[in-house]
């Protein structure tokens, strides 16, 4: 059996409704074993080296891909309940419940990171609609179900709108990774294509010096004007309108 399957086959076996399980339970293990740790530091030397403007952000996307394809299930498990977890909840009715969680150190402290941490939980009818980020960058590994994931390349942008190109539409399994940067697929959309479905994400914002830590836009590419150039001119719209336009079916 490859890697890839007997990740799957640990996913099947210890999926995202344990690890919140675990969260709401013990501290867990008394304390992460050296290959976790290794990962945690691995992550936070990338996410450095990104803010300080030392790698591409292409590259922190490739790395980061890596980093997550090959991070022991059983071992992400430990850490997210040993983590200090946080309900933060649904930003909208369809969208998924989020816990946001703090990787803890040998001693049980929380750890001070550059990159943050988080959970989302997918219900059936759940999505994350498309939107464009600014001034951040973010990482999804599938840890349970499956999406589709459409990704957009963000051009430039105008008033009122953002021009895309179509830069990806693929089903996404558990295992697998979508990233997102200023330079490839800004824009993301995700839609469950499994009954229960969950992404661990790793998320470093305030990456521009003098501009907020962040800034997240929804965007409606469906509805948007193809150009000559087979670019999309895609509005901006408020989340409340993307959440009733972009349901599970769109
Ligand atoms: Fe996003």
């Known amino acids: 059996m490859d890697r ?68 022991d299930l059983a071992t992400l498990s430990a850490e997210i309940g040993r983590a200090e977890a946080r309900h933060v909840g649904r930003a909208l009715p369809n969208y998924p419940v989020k816990h946001s969680l703090v990787f803890r150190d040998e001693a049980g402290v929380s750890r001070r990171l550059r990159y943050a941490t988080a959970l989302f939980r997918f219900d059936r009818g759940n999505v994350i609609t498309p939107h464009g980020h600014r001034h ?32 990806g539409d693929a089903a996404v399994g558990t295992g697998e990774v979508s990233t997102m940067s200023a330079a490839r697929d800004n824009v993301h959309w995700f839609v469950p294509r499994a ?10 914002s305030g990456l521009d010096p003098g501009a907020p830590a962040f800034r997240i836009e929804a965007v409606d590419p469906v509805r948007g004007e193809r150009l000559s150039d087979g670019s999309l001119r895609a509005p901006i719209i408020d989340f409340v309108e993307a959440s009733r336009f972009y349901t599970a079916e769109v």
Request: aromatic share 6%; proline share 5%.
């Open 4 to 71: 890839r399957a007997l990740l799957r086959q640990v996913l099947v076996a210890c999926p995202a409704y344990a690890l919140l399980a675990a969260l709401a339970g013990t501290r867990g293990p008394a304390g992460p074993d050296a290959a976790a740790r290794r990962w945690i530091l691995d992550q936070q030397d990338l996410a450095l080296a990104l803010a300080r403007g030392e790698i591409h952000p292409r590259r922190w996307q490739a790395e980061v891909e890596a980093l997550l394809r090959r991070v």
């Open 136 to 167: 951040m960058v973010s990482a999804h590994l599938v840890i349970e179900g499956a999406f589709r994931v459409r990704t957009f390349d963000r051009l430039r942008d105008e008033a009122g709108a953002m021009i895309l190109r179509p830069s």
């Open 195 to 204: 009954a229960r479905a969950a992404t661990f994400d790793v998320i470093v």
